[in-house]
């Protein structure tokens, strides 16, 4: 079970960049350009580790330091996460509470490092993260603790195994709003439009690509490839909690093919539907980011105290 | 057949008015389908008053109440269109504001009065009031002022909302019947809600529930504090004629619903929880208007204040139930319609002449307009309740009953209002009518028609005031008796 | 058959939560012609509902109910709301006196209250709480869009809003009244509509623009 769980860690670590680069396609063919191949991003990551890693002058340790500890973090993070059957290699009672957490690590470090750096883009940065954070983690939390709440249980594992038995006809008003708020926390902790744009190039426009503007060489890399990897954590978590048929029962090889292919055609529709958003509305400017972050709050709380209306 | 009259001539005489093109032949043909309309509905009294209730098919009916209300409309209507020949002459040509447009609408709106008053069926009832509300909007907005059309929309929205609580309320009377034994298909008939009220007893919840939503909702449309809001502006910004029709008529057509309800849940549950509930709103009507009638400048909202405020005594009398309860709001609610009547009128003539509402510009009115001012005096010493007019004799009724009953806080509350309306009245007339008129206007001699409609306003108030007469005094005894 | 069943046991299951849903996205609108179309989503989960319930109670009255309420409430209103939006030629937005995420809340906390308004009541009627509260959400979402929007046509949909709660409350209760009293109340809210209409455009003649808490000449 064990070489199971290791696995599905690193299916998600793996193909995160691969995620990223099927989301650009499908925005490009959208919008009817022909755009990159969706296998860019490994070149990227690979061109990156080779080029040199400079440092700022002013920087200390922390700048460093900074991309392993984010690399490490949410690694950790995808080991917490059900992929293709009912466990993940690390599981505790309360472990999507330690999850977001971990996530708060990285994005935490993330900032750290960029003001560490010195440049005046790093701290604008960095502050509006801050903010994008701060409030997108009560609806995070709370979008999980009321499934959580209904399934009667504290541990990922757990609320995937209690999902899988429940008849998915019935639409039931916590997921309906939990899915709401989490899709909505899910766009702006990826940093996805319309809260941050990942293309840009205005910094004026930048949160965390102003983050990342000192960073060069592999720490870059381990950074870029960081983001990916919270991308594909936040879907797979999505997909694990709210839609998790498909999911293989045993340890057999063709259920697990089974479950790998569900899986990865779930995180193809979750691409689609990314690159349906980012298409069709324009970001946000800043001052309206709270709002947009303060409707997936209300969302989630409403979902918390609905689990105790609606039966 | 006999109550179906009273729908149709209104109905053909909107019809008529689109096919008369020239002003002059729309008016011609509205007096003469008034006129139709007043043979009709006195039919209409005569043989209800006959035959004690009439039913009429499965949707309409017409017993004592209901001619009681159709005498007062029919008065009421009568008198305004008549007024109104005169006072259109005044009113600039536009593409909507022709005679054709005003006497269509009025017909319209005559159509939906009369159905509420016919209908057998709360459903009905529901539909119709909600139907003077749209067919009157257009006539609020009239004018198409700036004023004027705030006022329409106010009307519009806040009406519209408030008669979709009374719909709440039905539906829950509806239920409550339903699941008390009536017949489903029949559970929305008058007739058969009273005599199967006492079966409803135990649904006490459910019909304590649906009166509340009731009376908010009919009483956005009579007007009562604090659902009052619309009532000022729609009364002020209206033709002259139209503001008596909605101070008059409608007012007392929304009350005459509610009269209708409160009747089936006092026979059901008892009439403490209804009756406590209109004297709420009386009482809080009365002393919101009194004060607010003091701060008026405009004319005809200091008129409009005073129609809620009188509104409010009647809910009070209805509150108060007893002997003299009930006969003195009904026939206070008559008093009224014919005094406000003549004051909305006496108002269009000082617009006509002095060209603004706004008291404080207009001074020398009795040595300007003798006769309206003469109106004018008649008016208010009737509005204010002083003998030897109507309105004494019915607010003399409801507090002898209020004394009777030892409910010594609504007596006092009364005199106190009537008090506090009597000062404001006096102070802004007096002001009116004394001094020199700064610009003589150049006003018209009262016309013949307009005389003769004050004329017949001021003295069936005086003869109500000084001795009620037997047929009348029968037929208000029956529109009681129709609610106990 | 067993499809159907399935599909009209789901419906009235589900339909207080779809309910739930348009409300909060109301809330959250930002232009009118979102409005418009979320009301005609609302309406269309009523007619399934309705149309949910006649197959349950095998009752005619009710389809004939359901199909009034598809022509009038999904196709004609909507359709005249659009025209009278096409023909103002105003700009589209709901000018608000809240933030999107206020709304949210403010709708989230009616939500609440209406569950809380429906528990006394549960035992005397009987009926389907989630379907009763989804009613009373509607009105008083209703009553919020009215008080919190500035544009006319806002205020409209809002008023449109809160009948069609009154309605869910009607059906959720006593499943329909005489089919004369539902018609002549389809016909009334058409004329309002039609009404309202009239009274927009001459709003927009006569101030210039469209916004109703501007409307403040008489007072007191």
């Known amino acids: ?269 979750l691409a689609l539907a990314i690159a349906v958003v ?17 409707v997936a709050s209300a969302l989630a709380i409403l979902a918390v105290v609905f689990t105790a209306l609606m039966r | 057949m006999t109550l179906l009259f009273p729908l149709l001539v209104p109905l053909l005489g909107a019809a008529m008015m689109l096919v008369c093109r020239r002003p002059a032949a729309a008016v011609r043909v509205a007096l003469a389908f008034g006129a139709l309309e007043v043979l009709a509905i006195g039919n209409a009294v005569w043989r209800i008053r006959a035959a004690g209730v009439l039913p009429a098919g499965r949707y309409l009916r017409a017993d004592g109440l209901t001619s009681f209300f159709l005498i007062n409309t029919g008065l009421i209507f009568a008198l305004v269109l008549v007024y109104s020949v005169g006072y259109l002459r005044h009113i600039a040509e536009g593409r909507f504001s022709s005679p054709r447009w005003f006497y269509g609408l009025m017909f319209l709106f005559l159509f939906t009065i009369m159905a509420v008053y016919l209908s057998s069926n709360l459903g009905l009832l529901w539909i119709f009031v909600e139907a003077t509300t749209l067919a009157s909007a257009l006539l609020v907005g009239f004018y198409n002022t700036e004023g004027a059309v705030e006022a329409g929309w106010k009307y519009l929205i806040v009406c519209t909302v408030g008669i979709a609580f009374a719909l709440f309320g039905t539906i ?234 030892a409910r010594y806080a609504v007596a006092v509350l009364l005199l106190a209002a009537l008090s506090l309306v009597f000062g404001a009245l006096l102070y802004h007339f007096q002001r009116m009518l004394a001094g020199d008129p700064e610009s003589a206007p150049a006003g018209p001699r009262l016309p013949a028609a307009d005389f003769a409609v004050m004329g017949v306003c001021a003295a069936c108030l005086f003869v109500l005031g000084l001795h009620i007469p037997g047929a009348f005094s029968s037929a208000l005894r029956a529109a009681v008796a129709v609610l106990q | 058959m067993h499809l159907v069943h399935f599909a009209a046991a789901r419906a009235l299951a589900s339909s207080a939560v779809f309910l739930f849903i348009t409300v909060l996205l109301m809330a959250t609108a930002k232009r009118i012609s979102t409005c418009i179309v979320l009301f005609s989503a609302q309406c269309a989960i009523i007619t399934a509902e309705i149309l949910a319930m006649a197959y349950v109670h095998k009752s005619p009255e009710a389809y004939a109910v359901a199909a009034l309420v598809l022509i009038v409430k999904v196709l004609a209103i909507p359709y005249a709301l659009f025209r009278i939006v096409k023909n103002l030629q105003a700009p589209g937005d709901i000018t608000a006196s809240t933030t999107a995420a206020q709304s949210v809340f403010i709708a989230a906390g009616l939500i609440l209250l209406s569950f809380f308004a429906v528990e006394p009541y549960s035992e005397t009627l009987r009926v389907d709480t989630d379907m009763l509260a989804a009613a009373i959400a509607l009105v008083l979402s209703g009553a919020f869009l009215m008080v919190s929007r500035k544009k006319a046509l806002a205020q409209v949909i809002g008023l449109l809003v809160l009948e069609n709660g009154i309605f869910l409350a009607a059906l959720t209760t006593t499943f329909g009244m005489p089919l004369v009293v539902e018609i002549g109340i389809f016909f009334d809210l058409l004329m309002g509509v039609f009404l309202m209409g009239l009274f927009v455009f001459r709003i927009r003649d006569t101030f210039e623009h469209l916004d109703v808490s501007k409307l403040r000449r008489l007072r007191g």
């Open chain 1, 278 to 294: 980012e298409s069709s509305i324009a970001k946000l400017r800043m001052y309206l980011v709270p709002d947009f972050l303060g």
């Open chain 1, 1 to 269: 079970m064990i070489w199971l769980n290791v696995a599905q860690a690193l299916l998600l670590v793996a193909i995160a960049p691969l995620v990223r680069g099927v989301i650009a396609r499908l925005k490009a063919r959208i919008q009817n350009r022909r755009g990159a191949s969706v296998w860019r991003p490994y070149a990227d990551l690979a061109k990156l580790f080779r080029k040199e890693d400079l440092t700022p002058p002013s920087a200390s340790i922390v700048f460093r330091f900074a991309p392993m500890i984010v690399f490490a973090a949410t690694v950790t993070a995808a080991a917490f996460v059900p992929v293709v059957h009912g466990s993940a290699l690390l599981g505790a009672t309360g472990d999507f509470i330690l999850l977001v957490y971990l996530l708060a690590l990285s994005r935490f470090f993330l900032s750290l490092g960029a003001m560490d750096g010195g440049s005046s883009f790093g701290g604008m940065g960095a502050s509006r993260e801050a903010l994008v954070s701060a409030l997108a983690e009560v609806p995070l939390l709370l979008g999980l603790v009321a499934v959580a709440i209904l399934a009667r249980t504290a541990t990922l594992a757990g609320i995937v195994q209690w999902t899988v038995r429940q008849d998915f006809t019935q639409i039931s008003a916590v997921h309906a709003l939990a899915f709401a708020a989490l899709a909505l926390v899910a766009i702006a902790e990826t940093g996805r439009i319309p809260v941050d744009n990942p293309t840009t190039h205005l910094e004026l426009t930048m949160i965390h690509e102003a983050m990342v503007l000192e960073y060069s060489g592999p720490s870059l890399a381990l950074i870029e490839w960081a983001s990916a990897v919270k991308l594909s954590v936040l879907l797979a978590l999505l997909i694990a909690v709210f839609a998790p048929w498909g999911m293989a029962g045993g340890v057999s090889v063709p259920a697990l093919a089974l479950a790998t292919l569900a899986f990865l055609l779930k995180v193809f529709v």
């Open chain 2, 172 to 405: 829950v009377l509806y239920l409550a019947a339903v699941r008390g034994g009536v017949d489903p298909r029949s559970a929305l008939d008058w007739a058969v809600l009273m005599s199967a009220a006492p079966n409803l007893r135990g649904a006490q919840d459910l019909l304590k529930l649906a009166f509340v939503f009731v009376a908010i909702g009919y009483g956005t449309k009579i007007g009562f504090v604090p659902m009052h809001s619309w009532l000022p502006d729609a009364h002020a910004e209206a033709p002259s004629p139209i503001s008596a029709m909605l101070s008059a008529v409608l007012l007392n057509c929304a009350l005459y619903a509610l009269l209708r309800f409160d009747a089936i849940t006092s026979r059901a549950i008892g009439s403490g929880f209804s009756h406590t509930l209109l004297l709420l709103f009386g009482g809080l009507s009365v002393v919101v208007a009194g004060f607010l009638m003091i701060v008026q400048r405009d004319l005809k909202r200091l008129l409009a204040y005073s129609s809620i405020e009188h509104m409010g005594i009647a809910a009070l009398g209805i509150g108060l139930g007893g002997a003299f309860g009930l006969y003195g709001a009904l026939l206070h609610a008559f008093n009224h319609s014919i005094a406000k009547s003549l004051l909305f009128f006496t108002a269009g003539h000082v617009r006509e002449n002095f060209g603004t509402l706004r008291m404080e510009r207009i001074r020398g009115m009795g040595r300007a307009l003798p006769w309206s001012s003469g109106a004018l005096v008649i008016g208010s010493l009737a509005i204010v309740g002083l003998p030897p007019f109507g309105l004494f004799v019915s607010e003399f009724l409801i507090l002898t009953e209020a004394f009777s009953q």
